[in-house]
């Protein structure tokens, strides 16, 4: 179970340079210039969600845990989650070369397993590293031999997926939604081809209307329960009702998606398993 220790700016999380609209999670090179330099790939690595499938270090070949990834923005910025916290770093991108720079991470308690594999899975990442794309299967491999098998996140469907909410956004900050909160009470929410969303905001169940346009989301007004709950569920459940109120803007990358209203509030949610999309309550 993740602990949760610190808020962080957007910057480390970088949950909102998912800037490209719609639901497609496409490949290709990309080019620009940003806080990690200009990116200039042969090897069209940027801009694609990409899921960990293994980490090799001294010859160990270790599975990623389910939910393990890493994704490469085109403005020079790359973030990663290997199962535990939040990495932000600073990337360069010429040709077959990958070089990343010094990791900025949250300071989350997870399981001693998910631990080493993020340990070894950062280890395997800094520096220069050679990428090879075949199909959709990316590797990593830093000199030394330590290396990173990686898969393109096929994009997750907006409708009838059970996207559970783990970011709260707040204008240029992002927290990090409690992961001890009780099971039943864990946000989450799932969009029906009917027009309508219905999930939990937290304490209460909700069920409302949601017009999807384009790359926008309007909600309409929500109907839900009225039980009350300890403080810190009632501050979740405030903050992601109110990023469920009026229009908003979606992105998915992967199974990740951003809403976030003209006020810069919104949320941040990642798509369940398949098989529980039809859950709600």
Not at 82 to 99: E, L, P, S, Y
Request: charged residues 25%.
């Amino acid at each position: 179970m993740r602990t949760q220790r610190m808020t962080l700016s957007v910057s480390v999380l970088a949950l909102l340079t998912l800037a490209a609209c719609g639901t497609e999670s496409g490949s290709g090179s990309g080019k620009g210039s940003g806080e990690g330099g200009s990116v200039q790939s042969d090897v069209p690595v940027t801009g694609v969600a990409w899921s960990v499938d293994s980490v090799t270090v001294d010859g160990r070949k270790t599975k990623a845990p389910e939910g393990a990834r890493l994704e490469i923005d085109p403005k020079g910025r790359a973030t990663a989650d290997f199962g535990c916290n939040h990495i932000g770093v600073d990337a360069r991108v010429k040709g077959d070369r990958v070089t990343l720079g010094k990791p900025v991470t949250t300071q989350m308690v997870c399981g001693e397993d998910i631990e080493k594999f993020e340990k070894a899975a950062i280890d395997a990442m800094g520096g220069e590293l050679t990428a090879k794309l075949s199909g959709d299967k990316l590797t990593l491999t830093k000199e030394g031999g330590h290396t990173m098998e990686l898969s393109e996140e096929k994009a997750a469907d907006l409708v009838g997926t059970r996207w559970t909410v783990t970011t709260l956004l707040d204008g240029k900050t992002a927290t990090t939604v409690p992961a001890d909160l009780p099971e039943e009470r864990t946000p989450h929410l799932t969009f029906a081809d009917d027009g309508t969303v219905r999930g939990n905001s937290g304490c209460n169940s909700f069920s409302g209307k949601a017009a999807v346009k384009g790359s926008t989301i309007v909600f309409g007004s929500t109907a839900g329960t009225r039980k009350m709950c300890p403080e810190a569920e009632m501050t979740v459940e405030r903050a992601v009702l109110a990023a469920l109120s009026g229009p908003a803007t979606y992105t998915i990358k992967g199974s990740t998606l951003t809403l976030t209203a003209d006020d810069g509030k919104g949320i941040g949610a990642t798509a369940a398993p398949a098989g529980t999309g039809s859950q709600h309550g």
